[in-house]
């Protein structure tokens, strides 16, 4: 244990501190941006209210985005995750669809996003495909864990009581996975609502355009009025997904 | 009511659970299953209602043929035998009531059971269930709010659901504390009284076997070692039963 600790310790450090020099980690740089971090701050303060109904707009198209997005991701995910569920599935479909899984997940929604946009052109069409593209791959992944865990108890009972194995699915399985698989959607729907805010970044629609737009502009009040907007929207969406999720599981 | 000949099992890894067991249970009776952990108790409950398939010998419980039998014939079979787990096995997210409906499953109405739209005779023997065991006014509570005797108390509520002539028992106070376990004994002990049901219980607590079980039957390696009344489990009895387990 001893020396091998060290050298472990060591060599975390070392990562970190080449890292760091790569990066151009400075403490000086970072207070001489204050100044212009508050200007930045006081230009945006008030926000300029005429633009709300332009930031409402955007923020609805966020959220059909991420409801959209999401719910296509958990149907697909839904046959996927069976077969990547190492319990359910045979060894060649379990490892192929794990690692079909890895790969899809490795790429981040706005990767997709500049993708689609290519293939299907602007709008909030190519964003929903991203959503689509990223979400169901982690989602089957939490689906086939939540498989993986199912208690044989529970099915057991059920079948000691002369069920049938249509019944003994419904009453011995499902109410096993059922919650499960809704919290998890639900969590990735909160995620998502943060994930579909920045496809309007490159033209992949909802309120990251708008955002954008205004930076660009310069138009600082513009801005910080969709940025409240936002920050409401995903406040409202974690609220109400939280609450539901906690009387879910 | 119960008749066991030359029942064996051999695990695939050679391990021998039972070795020729014969047994005769009549209708109503109360029979304490003991034995050193590794004895067979659980695979011989296990095979009474045909979860494990027994090596060579033959179950028949109520003159049906368990040992062998699949599919529907074995369903129908398990539908009059109730099943209570060490464990529970209840399902922690749903209602107390739910639970409880799932002891009559075999006898609703298939389609009405996948949709969860339990007929009102179903709901009526399902609360009925819960009174008799001292449960009424929890249907609503979310299992996993019950404390481990009332979960326990769920489990053999869902098994009176089943209307059953045999209850099997598998360790089924061992997750309890001791008072509680009294509890759970009581119960199925009245529950055999009443209703005349024949109900099989292994326990792995000597004095308690004495206390409920009129008849005890000793398994030691996969054989019968005892099998009598509680009064004659003598101390010498009871040391043969469980002589060098602790080794």
Known sequence: ?249 | MIRVRGLSKRYPGGTVALDGVDLDIAAGELVALIGPSGAGKSTLLRCLNGFVTPTAGEVQIGGATVSGATGEGLRLIRAGIGFVFQQFNLQRRLSVLENVLIGGLARTPRLRSLLGLFPATDLARARAALARVGLSGLEARRVDTLSGGQQQRVAIARVLVQEPRVILADEPMASLDPTLSETVLALLQRISEEDGITVVTSLHVLDLARRYGRRVIGLRGGRVAYDGSSEGLTEAAARRIFADAAA
Not at chain 1, 46 to 70: C, E
Not at chain 1, 204 to 214: K, L, M, N, P, V
């Open chain 1, 1 to 249: 244990m001893g020396r091998a600790h060290w050298v472990g310790w060591a060599g975390i450090l070392g990562l970190f501190l080449w890292s760091a020099a790569a990066t151009e980690l400075s403490a000086s740089r970072l207070l001489e941006g204050v100044p212009y971090m508050l200007d930045f701050l006081r230009r945006m303060v008030p926000p300029d209210l005429s633009v709300l109904p332009h930031a409402l707009t955007g923020a609805l198209q966020t959220f059909q985005i991420a409801v959209v997005g999401t719910g296509i991701a958990a149907l697909l995910a839904l046959p996927i995750s069976f077969a990547a569920a190492r319990n359910v599935a045979p060894p060649w479909l379990f490892y192929g669809a794990r690692s079909v899984l890895n790969v899809f997940r490795a790429v981040d929604t706005l990767v997709y996003a500049l993708f689609f946009v290519a293939a299907v052109g602007l709008g909030p069409f190519p964003g929903v495909l991203s959503v689509v593209a990223y979400t169901a791959t982690v989602l089957a992944k939490l689906y086939s864990e939540a498989i993986e865990a199912i208690e044989r108890g529970p099915v057991e009972a059920v079948e000691a009581a002369g069920a049938t194995r249509l019944q003994a699915l419904r009453w011995g399985v499902l109410p096993q996975l059922v919650p499960q698989f809704l919290s998890f959607t639900l969590y990735r729907l909160e995620t998502n609502i943060r994930a579909a805010a920045i496809l309007g970044f490159v033209g992949a629609g909802g309120i990251g355009f708008y955002i954008q737009t205004y930076l660009r502009m310069l138009n600082y009040p513009a801005a910080s009025t969709v940025l409240l907007v936002l920050i409401v929207l995903v406040m409202a969406v974690d609220f109400a997904s939280s609450r539901l999720r906690a009387r879910l599981v």
